[in-house]
């Protein structure tokens, strides 16, 4: 089975704070994505990478960035945390072979005060 | 582009009810196309999904969904929906450029009453 692990469920930073999500992945997959979760707002991407070192910005990059420097873990940094950061993250991993599915991680709530 | 859209955000059931999750996408390259479910406080995961061939797909919990190519929908029934069926599901289509990225509805949650 394919595992997707996020280093914490729960996390309550403040306002100006350095934050560090990580995500780590056991598949060997070449592709990893960071998305946030908003009621009503549905999942949208932040970054994704598809090899170490490789990335690109999603549909809402602003305020974040993320760093690959193995195969198998994925971080987002946020470099100064803001209030309307708060929100579920999640991260997934997907094969590059193939139109195949994401496998999601079961999500940071990060509330920012 | 591509987009989609769930056109209901709540959907209240009685138990052992049937169900239908609506789903229309829009998309201007090859369709591949996904239902995920969320239980509270958790990641997605993957119901079904449609890559070519039958328009019908089973998935997994007695779920299926039906791939209408002229109504551009993927909409996702349960004949008899259970209290443990309680959960938000998201619909989403493949984008173009590779890497299976995916674009995500909104989300419908499912409430199922006894």
């Known amino acids: 089975d394919v595992k997707v692990t996020q280093s914490s469920r729960y996390l309550v930073k403040r306002t100006g704070e350095k934050v560090f999500l990580e995500c780590v992945q056991d598949m060997d997959h070449e592709n990893m994505f960071w998305y946030r979760q908003d009621p009503g707002l549905g999942l949208r991407l932040i970054y994704f990478?598809?090899?170490?070192?490789?990335?690109e910005k999603g549909d809402i990059p602003e305020g974040y960035s993320v760093s690959r420097e193995k195969k198998e873990r994925f971080s987002l940094i946020l470099e100064s945390a803001s209030t309307n950061q708060t929100s579920m993250y999640l991260c997934?991993?997907?094969?590059?072979?193939?139109?195949?599915?994401?496998?999601f991680g079961p999500g940071t709530r990060l509330t920012v005060t | 582009a591509q987009s989609v859209t769930q056109l209901d955000s709540q959907v209240p059931v009685f138990e052992e009810a049937p169900v239908e999750l609506r789903c229309n996408y829009s998309s201007s390259v090859s369709v591949y196309l996904f239902w995920y479910v969320q239980y509270p406080n958790q990641g997605l995961q993957l119901l079904l999904k449609?890559?070519?061939?039958?328009?019908l797909v089973k998935g997994i919990n007695g779920f299926e969904a039906e791939f209408n190519k002229s109504q551009t929908s993927f909409h996702l029934r349960k004949p008899s929906v259970h209290i443990s069926d309680t959960a938000e599901y998201f619909c989403?289509?493949?984008?173009?450029?590779?890497?299976?990225?995916?674009?995500f509805g909104a989300g419908t949650r499912l409430a199922v009453h006894p």
């Open positions: 449609y890559l070519s061939g039958s328009t």
């Open positions: 990478s598809y090899d170490v070192k490789m990335k």
């Open positions: 997934a991993s997907s094969t590059n072979r193939g139109p195949y599915e994401q496998y």
């Open positions: 989403a289509v493949r984008r173009g450029g590779g890497y299976n990225k995916l674009i």
